[in-house]
């Protein structure tokens, strides 16, 4: 992303392995940072590019740019929180990121392949995940959604001829998990349905990290559906949990992404943006 808009060479989600939905249930990105035309550090011996031999910077551009910034910004969550996982942190930079650029303007963004369009158009959770990561926010995020090392070990066992793969990543055989976790229930700081058939239940456990606070709902169904989150009104004290319920149902058939949001807006200031995207709708 530059510092107004997604560019088009930026990827989006989702990410299915192949035609068919069935997995892509899980949120791509999951947020979006500085990544175009960023000074960067050079060997100056390298022979990738001409234009730069002999260079120690370069005015470099994609994914390789932004993943920096938001590790740099990792750094900070985890010296304020030392006891936060990968997965917490993952929370904090996701649920805290903004809706505006820097100029405070709606994000947009270019078409990406294979049709590339210049022309920019407001930009959707497949474009930017949660958002614009926010430095000051991720380091006061409130609320937390964390999902545990099991549950996503469960989740990657339960793709259909995953087993061989997992093992050879983490050593770990699949039987000793006999339960099988899906995308959606992941208790990840997004919601994606890759297919709604007729209705489903959605549910997302917070953890507050901060002082007491009350807190809000409010949300955006994705066209072609109707949404419902249970409680829409809680208080919660320090280190205390609550369940949301998230209820959908299709209300057209329709094969096209379509796009909302669920807001929790704390009294004391905190505000968690929860992304929520959902593909196929079937009545």
């Known amino acids: 992303m530059n510092n107004e808009f997604n560019v088009y060479y930026s990827a989006r989600g989702?990410?299915?392995?192949?035609?068919?939905?069935?997995?892509?249930?899980?949120m791509k990105h999951n947020l979006v940072a500085p990544g175009n035309s960023i000074w960067?550090?050079?060997?100056?011996?390298a022979f990738d590019s001409v234009e730069f031999q002999g260079e120690n910077f370069a005015l470099m551009s994609g994914t390789g740019m932004a993943a920096p910034h938001v590790a740099g910004l990792a750094a900070p969550v985890k010296q304020k929180f030392p006891n936060f996982s990968p997965a917490a942190i993952g929370s904090s930079l996701s649920t805290s990121a903004s809706l505006y650029d820097n100029n405070g303007r709606s994000i947009l963004a270019q078409i990406s392949y294979p049709t590339v369009d210049l022309n920019l158009s407001p930009a959707t959770p497949f474009d930017m995940g949660s958002g614009f990561v926010n430095a000051t926010a991720a380091l006061n995020p409130g609320l937390l959604l964390v999902s545990s090392y099991d549950d996503y070990?469960?989740?990657?066992?339960?793709?259909?001829?995953?087993?061989?793969?997992?093992?050879?990543?983490?050593?770990?055989?699949?039987?000793?998990?006999?339960?099988?976790?899906?995308?959606?229930?992941?208790?990840l700081p997004s919601i994606t349905i890759a297919r709604l058939n007729q209705s489903r239940v959605v549910q997302r456990t917070i953890q507050n990290i901060a002082g007491n606070e009350t807190y809000n709902v409010g949300f955006s169904a994705p066209y072609g559906t109707s949404m419902k989150v249970s409680p829409n009104h809680f208080s919660l004290?320090?280190?205390?949990?609550?369940?949301?319920?998230?209820?959908?149902?299709?209300?057209?058939?329709?094969?096209?992404?379509?796009?909302?949001?669920?807001?929790?807006?704390?009294?004391?200031?905190?505000?968690?943006?929860?992304?929520?995207?959902?593909?196929?709708?079937i009545l």
Not at 243 to 255: C, E, G, K, P, R
């Open 14 to 26: 989702p990410d299915p392995e192949d035609s068919l939905p069935h997995e892509a249930d899980i």
């Open 237 to 281: 004290g320090s280190g205390e949990r609550q369940v949301l319920s998230v209820i959908f149902n299709a209300t057209s058939n329709s094969s096209a992404a379509s796009y909302g949001r669920i807001g929790l807006y704390g009294n004391k200031g905190h505000v968690v943006n929860i992304p929520v995207a959902v593909i196929f709708k």
């Open 153 to 187: 070990m469960s989740f990657l066992c339960g793709i259909d001829g995953s087993t061989p793969t997992v093992l050879n990543y983490t050593g770990q055989n699949c039987w000793t998990y006999n339960s099988t976790v899906y995308g959606p229930d992941l208790n």
């Open 40 to 45: 960067a550090a050079w060997s100056s011996v």
